[in-house]
């Protein structure tokens, strides 16, 4: 094999891969990209066998052909070299990557060894509008714990109906939840367990372009089409929760904080909070709520914010980390909780967003 492709077109490629393939890997092969190479351009593909991507660039091929490189090395041999043509062209002693005055030889291992992947066929897709994907990914991912031995709580349950797209995910501590209304041109409910790497990589993905994102469910696979590359997902096998029970219905008590405001306190005040536990306590009171923490070895915060609230006193507690976790990824500027008492769920919510529907169940904390 031998080509020629231009640094920042390989790079760019590349570089989506570094989180596709694994540091630490029992399987050898499994930390190489597979180049194929035929044409006027070059096609990659990386695994780690739950999850996939394959993508292609343009290159000048003098020599079609087959092979497997190390993808992280090759990714920071690309990256260190300036912006010029970059040769890769493999002979009876191995593979050389060689630009301008520099000239490397990388190991390889046998494209045989490569783990084969599916197609997508083409049946049953469905488009989904890119802009409200990556909200919905960017507003759920974080609350997928990833490490849980119930293993359908390491993904989020994409659901798509007839006229709307649903997200949401849980971790058993907090829930994030968004609806989008979309005509998809399906003709039922149906929904999949995305696993939580899978909507990582998907988000990277979005960021560039405007396209609708084509999405297909195979028998065992996911496929996403985003921009010409295309992100192969395994699916979760197993129940997700009943998540609308979670959502709770009697919370009659709200109160809308400014997003900024209400977050510049709870970052302020869990400096103070206990290492362990991250809680901040919410003292409500009259036309106001004052965010307070504690902690034996540190000492103790307070932050007064003033709201519009004219019911009884409630002291509720939260981590931190899960309210911040909201509040990073809302748009509007207004913000509502809302409670029913000190011990059960409560519900976060942005005020006046179009488009979708942002739900965000939360659970207190007993201190």
Known sequence: ?????????????????????????????????????NGSQVKLLATDLEVALRSTCSASVAKSGSLTLPAKKLYEI????????VRILEDKSGVRVAADHFDSRIQTLPREDFPSLPDATGNGR???????????????????????????????????????????????HRLALVEVEHKLGVKEESGVI????????L?????????DVMFESGENHLF????????????????FPAYERVIPKGNDKHIEFDRERLTNAVKRVALLSNERSRAVKLEIKKGKV????????????????????????????????????????????????SLKDEVSQAVMKPVGTKGYDYTYVIMPMRI
């Open 1 to 37: 094999m031998e080509l020629v492709v231009r640094k920042n077109d390989l790079l760019r490629e590349l570089q989506l891969f570094q989180g596709i393939v694994e540091r630490k890997n029992t399987i050898p092969i499994l930390a190489n990209v597979l180049i194929d190479a």
């Open 224 to 239: 996403f089409e985003v921009g010409g590359r295309m992100l192969i997902s395994r699916m979760i096998d197993g129940q």
């Open 290 to 337: 004052d965010v307070t923490s504690s902690s034996s070895e540190f000492g103790e915060a307070r932050e007064e914010l003033s709201v519009d609230f004219t019911g009884a006193p409630l002291t509720i507690s939260f981590n931190a980390q899960y309210v911040l976790d909201f509040l990073n990824v809302v748009d509007s500027d207004v913000v509502m909780l």
């Open 194 to 201: 995305l696993p939580k790497k899978t909507l990582l990589e």
């Open 126 to 172: 469905a488009a989904l509008p890119r802009s409200a994907l990556k909200e919905m990914v960017a507003k759920t991912q974080f609350a997928i714990t990833g490490e849980d031995t119930r293993y359908f709580l390491n993904g989020a349950k994409f659901v798509m109906k007839p006229d709307s797209l649903t997200l949401v995910a849980t971790d058993g």
């Open 78 to 85: 690309i990256k260190a070299l300036p912006e010029t043509d």
């Open 203 to 211: 988000g990277k993905l979005l960021l560039e372009g405007d396209d």
